[in-house]
């Protein structure tokens, strides 16, 4: 995760911090179907996000029960972050304006990410100043990888809004998401061939 950290510090990123809307014409068999990412990484070398509308099986109480902490907040799904490092938990926080409250990085001025576990405590404690998910896993693109499913319409980006995540139940996300962005999904209609109409 220091390398994470490190790597978003160094980059000129580009369509990060924003959401990666996936496309209501990508249907299909693809694991990304209707889903949204906060993207907190873009660069030269790849991107990194988290998937922010899929909620596990996993309650956050079993979580901290494993963990042997005792949450003082209501209990709810932990979200699927990704594949990648799905072992992994990051909390994704609203903070103080320009004031995260642990190491990792920053979806907009008032958001951010952070594996730390303190910080976990502090918001399963009902500590923190707003609201929190905890997320497990992430996910990457390799070099170029991004910029070749945006250009064949699997993704759609837009600017991060916080109300996205924490005003909306998860669910309800991708919906939400693909209204910001003035597109309807039922505009978008799969024909024989994988065109679209």
Known sequence: MQDMIKMVNQTDQET????????????????????????????QNGALGFIINRPTDISLHAVMQDLRLEPRVPDRPVLFGGPVSYNTGFVLYEHPKDC?????????????????????????AGKLPGHFELLLGYVTWESGQLETEMK????LSTAFSP???????????????????????????????????
Do not use: K, M
Request: glycine content about 10%; charged content about 15%.
């Open 16 to 43: 990060a911090p924003g959401f990666l809307v996936a496309s209501p014409a990508a249907v299909g068999s693809s694991e990304f179907t209707n889903t949204v990412v906060a993207l907190g990484v873009h660069e």
């Open 100 to 124: 995260p409250a642990a190491p990792g990085f920053s979806l907009c001025d008032t958001v951010s990410v952070s594996p730390s576990r303190a910080l976990l405590q502090e918001a399963i």
């Open 152 to 155: 064949r319409g699997g993704w």
């Open 163 to 197: 109300g996205v995540i924490f005003d909306t139940p998860a669910r309800n996300r991708w919906s939400h998401a693909v209204h910001r962005l003035g597109v309807s999904p039922l505009a978008f209609v799969r024909v024989r061939g994988g065109a679209q109409a």
